[in-house]
């Protein structure tokens, strides 16, 4: 196996910054060894960090590969095979800023994931929950209120509505490779009939998709925002929440209490905020996505408070996807670098169920590595606008 040494780097791993520089080993796709009397074997291909910084892997646990569009009915009216050629180009983008593993919670599919293994396409790790599940005029139902046909079940969300329906659609992505499973039970920023607090899909069900996930070893992540409908998804055994920006303080209470993980998304909402206009944003969006951008600060303040576990996730749709290490900026300035940087690594990698295998700079982890152009101590502000070169698998991308 090829093995690859990086030197005199200044290791950053599990919220930790180490102040001596190391050697981290690797061979073939896992590392080896971390650590200053590393040896280095004769062939080894070696790059010296000068005293520079390194880390794992980003982790963006809120990636839309199919997510070309913010209108629900425009990314939805068109075929599989064009989606999966714009999800090509948006995933590529995100391996070469350092995001060495995505979760897809709204889109994905067998197609898609074999031709990544296979070395087809260009991408991180791709996990993938498939279609979102959103009930008749829910978040997922991109219609307007005049239009009268029935939705349309496509690549990003399906509209199910009942019990029985929800445990077919649950089952049937599972089969199809589905890592996990997303529902839909608030509204959104950018679905036309829904409002953003009032709780979707019935208790029966939320619970039926959370058993059919939990007995094959896997779990359901919710879209939620206000605390009515997180605790109306918690309660019947969802055990991650994407956005909660209108968290309060006794929900994530009961979060913690729960195990249930936090990934907010500052930076569609930032980025929405500015460029709104530029993507076709509606008035309707806009106002929504004003009540909720100020408030996914204070939500991460009130998660940590309580001792959830906080993840990092972006969110961004369409045009907007180049703003994806701008969700870093934003995290840090609510919870500092260290924290950020734990937060897509490790806590984002524990999250995921993968903790033992990426997320940290530790032997026998997967060699996802980002070597920054500098010392991110000195200056934090590397982690977004830096040079960087990213190691995945134990390979230099190119």
Request: hydrophobic fraction near 40%; aromatic fraction near 4%; glycine fraction near 12%.
């Amino acid at each position: 196996m090829p093995f690859l040494a990086i030197t005199d780097a200044r290791v950053m791993t599990a919220g930790r910054m180490d102040q001596e520089p190391q050697t981290v080993l690797i061979n073939g796709r896992r590392i080896a060894a971390v650590g200053k009397g590393v040896d280095i074997p004769r062939h080894a291909t070696v790059i010296d960090a000068n005293g520079n910084s390194l880390l794992p892997g980003l982790i963006d646990a809120h990636c839309h590969a199919y997510g070309f569009s913010l209108s629900l009915e425009e990314m939805e009216k068109w075929p599989l095979s064009y989606a999966a050629l714009r999800a090509a180009q948006r995933l590529k983008a995100a391996l070469r800023r350092g995001f060495t593993t995505v979760r897809d919670v709204a889109g994905g599919d067998p197609g898609l994931a074999r031709a990544i293994s296979e070395g087809i396409i260009i991408a991180p790790r791709y996990l993938y929950t498939g279609p979102a599940l959103s009930q008749t005029g829910g978040h997922g139902d991109g219609r307007s209120p005049l239009i009268q046909e029935p939705p349309y079940c496509g690549c990003s969300t399906n509209v199910v509505d009942g019990v029985e329906a929800v445990r077919r659609r649950v089952r049937e992505l599972l089969r199809q490779g589905a890592h996990a499973i997303k529902l839909l039970t608030s509204g959104g920023v950018i679905s036309p009939t829904d409002p953003l607090e009032v709780p979707q899909y019935s208790a029966e069900e939320i619970a039926v998709a959370c058993g059919e996930a939990n007995r094959r070893g896997t779990y359901v992540t919710a879209h939620a925002y206000s605390p009515a409908a997180i605790l109306h998804s918690i309660n019947h055994g969802v055990r991650c929440i994407e956005h909660g920006n209108l968290l309060d303080a006794p929900t994530a209470a009961t979060m913690a209490e729960l195990g249930v993980a936090l990934v907010p998304t500052l930076a569609t909402y930032d980025a929405m905020d500015r460029r709104g206009h530029e993507v076709g944003l509606t008035e309707a969006g806009r106002e929504k996505n004003t009540a909720v951008l100020d408030a996914g600060r204070n939500a991460i303040r009130v998660a940590r408070a309580a001792g959830v576990r906080i993840g990092f996730g972006t969110d961004l749709m369409g045009d907007l996807e180049d703003e994806q290490l701008q969700g870093l900026r934003l995290q840090s300035g609510v919870e500092g670098i260290e924290r950020t940087i734990e937060a897509a690594t490790a806590t984002n990698a524990g999250i995921l169920g993968m903790g033992d295998r990426i997320g940290r700079i530790e032997p026998g982890m997967a060699a996802d590595l980002v070597l920054f152009a500098g010392d991110l101590r000195r200056d934090p502000e590397l982690l977004w606008t830096g040079e960087r070169t990213v190691i995945f698998g134990g390979q230099i991308v190119r």
